[in-house]
């Protein structure tokens, strides 16, 4: 069995170690992780039962995956903590955004994947975006791929699409929430109806909808359904196919120059 190491034990990083813990992906038993706030990585293993690392250092030794996940900006300063002690017989998987294959392996010897997990991971569902670098085998490919099949599903992708697709996995969760908050949001403007109620039906309707979606596995077969020729949905469709393509245009905008940024700032890290 793989020792698995976990840097960072924030939000994905917590999340991964309780999924991989509670669908038997990584028994806790082969766990390890460390966390700069020692606090956090107590909590952590209290409630999976997974051990904690003296430190970076001794997690590293320890392991023979290592989980990276602490944000962009902190993965070269730990790489150059850990240099000598990532080798070519460990398994680095970073899930930072921004921070591409060549900058880690410029920096360690060890065999490199990227993973961009989503929240949704939570209740098992979702993509997770899983790319290889060149160095990396195929053992290294079927352990991540089928560890991750527990927890989501994981789809293989080229690294120079990484941003575009995790605006559609990684980040949507919060773009479909919040504009599915906004439609709730104006009904309440419009009607002397409550906030929370107004959430509650849309919410309902967005599980339902989800559901359904897995039955018929089209958004305009949804969409078809629904919006009968001539009804009154199918004004609402109409409105939607006008305004929303340039919401999104503009999303994806500035999401990914927003990436554009964080690069750069990545690129002019001190190696
Ligand atoms: N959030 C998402 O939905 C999402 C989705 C896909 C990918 N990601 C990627 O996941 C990564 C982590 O994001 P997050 O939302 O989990 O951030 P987070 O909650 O801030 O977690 C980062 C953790 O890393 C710890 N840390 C930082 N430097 C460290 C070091 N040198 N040694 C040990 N631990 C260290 C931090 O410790 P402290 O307790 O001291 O702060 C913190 O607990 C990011 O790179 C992000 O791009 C996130």
Redesign the pocket.
């Known amino acids: 069995m793989a020792r698995i190491g976990v840097?960072?034990?924030?939000?994905?990083?917590?999340m991964l170690i309780r999924k991989f813990v509670e669908t038997g992906a990584f028994p806790a038993g082969d766990i390890v992780a460390?966390?700069?706030?020692p606090e956090?990585v107590r909590a952590v293993a209290v409630a999976t039962g997974i051990g904690i690392a003296a430190s970076?250092l001794a997690l590293v030794a320890a392991s023979d995956v290592i989980f990276i996940?602490?944000?962009?900006l902190?993965?070269k300063?730990?790489l150059k903590?850990l240099r000598g002690a990532l080798a070519a017989d460990k398994l680095l998987v970073s899930?930072?955004?921004?921070?591409a294959i060549h900058e880690i392996s410029a920096l360690c010897d060890a065999r490199v994947a990227r993973v961009?997990?989503?929240?949704t991971s939570e209740c098992s569902k979702g993509v997770s975006l899983v790319t290889f670098g060149d160095n990396s085998t195929e053992m290294d490919r079927r352990l991540l791929l089928s560890a991750l099949g527990r927890i989501c599903r994981p789809v293989e992708t080229e690294e120079e699409n990484l941003e575009m697709l995790?605006d559609l996995t990684?980040?949507a969760?919060a773009f479909i929430s919040s504009i599915m908050h906004e439609f709730a949001l104006s009904a309440t403007r419009r009607e002397n109806i409550s906030p929370e109620f107004a959430e509650l039906l849309v919410m309902e309707t967005l599980v339902g909808t989800a559901e359904l979606l897995k039955t018929v596995n089209s958004f305009e077969e949804v969409v078809t359904r629904v919006a009968t020729k001539g009804g009154i949905t199918e004004e609402g469709v109409k409105v939607i196919r006008k305004v929303v393509p340039s919401m999104y245009d503009e999303l994806l905008e500035v999401t990914l120059a927003k990436h554009s940024l964080v690069k750069e700032r990545i690129r002019n890290q001190a190696s």
């Open positions: 840097i960072g034990t924030g939000s994905m990083g917590g460390s966390n700069r706030s956090k970076n996940c602490v944000k962009p902190e993965v300063p730990l903590e899930i930072a955004a921004d921070v961009i997990p989503s929240v995790a990684s980040c969760p």
